[in-house]
């Protein structure tokens, strides 16, 4: 049951309760919700390994840090409840595929969740594109502010409608709630599409057909309805790492590049460059972002407080600067905290020589007489493959973060609960070294979080000097 109502709290996380629920969505059910989920779940918890690792100290520190960032930062007590509530039920997501994504068919139920939240937008949205009063062009949303643009937008609320490089009117898809823009969107589907495989089954060509290709293709389909250049050089990442074990690091740098030739071919981006020169004002924001961490290094400037302080009043689309210039350094190490040791984690499952053959597990006793427990069987080639989609979706989702100020977002902490979920399976198996302890995981975090800092820094400098 508790595995069960995760994966409807996920759905309804993703694509609002009013949409899951009608009108009953206006009367809080996601907190109904998530207090029937939390009940389910807290007797899983005492045998579950979500609460030792160091995953979960950084999401407290996370949660502290968006309350100080609050409290200290923006100097607003009565502010500081409301945007840690904003942040929970994100980070819950993590605990719930630890706690519940106990084996490979309960994560593959997890993949089929993200599956459907993506095609129920891509289908959605694709009939709105094609309506009349979208073809017709009467109204054009951008042109005013006032009613008809109101109108327009409550009409059609998984389209963005702008103009390209050459004045003309294109239309792209965005999400709803967790993913309401067309770049959210094109992230969810770049970190769907690697995890789409591990349905995939060798010599299992009609299986591999219906339960793979197709419904990768439809999100490809769905991805270029987004015309996001994030998604373009998201894709084009992933296709680099992927390829790179199989023909090397030069063929797989020039198959990404084809790839990105072919976006371009196909309008992926709707018309819109995709070069140095049309992102010079984000670099702007990413300076301003490091100028507001000098000015505030400990607590940042208030969580979705960025736009208040940039000289454009507009957020940078980086998710470190943002995260950095935010919730200052103690939230940057909180973040590095969970992303590092995912990262590490992710890493030695993705490959053949940190995982070994292990042993077999052995049943526990029953608890009823005549009832027999079923040991899932995973071989060291499962572990890694899993591991390896895992470590994809990971990398479209950082890749894509460069572009997007979403540092605190569900879907990483969903990919950072599977990967653990995978590494206590090779755990238990005697397949994997254990975790690295706290501390070090602690001081490595340090370091990284500086070395994101500076390595930013670097970025601009150069960028503006390039300029």
């Not at 907190?31 to 009940?39: I, S």
């Not at 670099?283 to 290094?297: S, T, V, Y």
């Not at 998710?319 to 939230?331: K, Y």
């Not at 005697?430 to 302890?437: C, I, K, Y």
């Amino acid at each position: 049951m508790g595995f069960a109502l995760s994966i409807l709290y996920l759905v309804t996380y993703y694509l609002t309760p009013v949409t899951v629920f009608g009108p009953l969505g206006r009367f809080h059910v996601e907190e109904v919700l998530a207090l029937l989920v939390l009940c389910f779940s807290l007797p899983a918890l005492a045998k579950s390994f979500a609460l030792k690792t160091a995953q979960s100290a950084a999401l407290v520190g996370l949660t502290i840090a968006v309350g100080l960032s609050v409290l200290i930062g923006m100097r607003w007590p009565g502010g500081t409840a409301g945007a840690i509530l904003s942040f929970v039920p994100s980070a819950f997501a993590y605990f719930l595929i630890c706690l519940h994504g106990n084996s490979k068919k309960k994560l593959q139920i997890v993949v089929l969740m993200l599956l459907f939240v993506c095609l129920f937008v891509i289908v959605r949205g694709y009939i709105d594109l094609h309506s009349a009063s979208v073809l017709d062009g009467a109204i054009q949303p951008q042109d005013s502010r006032g009613a008809e643009s109101a109108l327009w937008n409550a009409e059609h609320p998984l389209l963005l409608a702008m103009r390209n490089g050459q004045g003309q009117w294109f239309y792209r898809l965005k999400g709803l709630g967790e993913v309401g823009d067309p770049n959210d969107f094109g992230q969810l589907i770049v970190c769907t599409v690697p995890l789409m495989f591990i349905f995939w089954r060798t010599k299992k060509m009609a299986q591999n057909l219906f339960l793979v290709l197709l419904p990768v293709g439809l999100l490809l389909f769905g991805a270029y309805l987004t015309h996001s250049r994030g998604t373009i050089i998201a894709f084009m990442a992933i296709t680099a790492v992927a390829a790179r074990r199989r023909i090397g690091i030069i063929p797989s740098l020039l198959l990404a590049g084809g790839l990105f030739v072919a976006a371009s071919a196909l309008h992926f981006s709707g018309g819109r460059e995709v070069s140095a020169s049309e992102g010079s004002d984000r670099i702007g924001l990413w300076g301003d972002g490091l100028e507001m961490l000098k000015q505030n290094p400990l607590f940042g400037v208030g969580v979705r407080n960025f736009a208040d302080h940039s000289s454009a009043g507009l957020t940078a689309h980086n998710s470190i600067v943002v995260c950095a210039a935010e919730l200052g350094m103690f939230g940057l190490f909180c973040w590095s905290l969970f992303l590092l040791p995912t990262l590490r984690d992710v890493l030695t499952i993705a490959s053949s020589a940190k995982v070994t053959e292990g042993a077999p597990i052995v049943a526990e006793e029953p608890q009823f007489p005549g009832v027999t427990r079923k040991i899932e069987a995973l071989d060291k080639a499962e572990i890694n493959r899993l591991g390896r989609l895992v470590l994809l979706s990971l990398v479209g989702f950082l890749v894509q973060g460069l572009f997007l100020s979403r540092a605190l977002v569900l879907t990483l902490f969903l990919l950072g609960g599977m990967a653990e979920a995978i590494y206590e399976m090779a755990l238990q198996r005697g397949m994997v070294a254990p975790r690295l302890p706290l501390a070090r995981t602690l001081l490595y975090s340090a370091g990284f979080s500086v070395c994101l800092v500076i390595g930013m820094y670097i970025v601009v400098r150069v960028l503006n000097i390039m300029r």
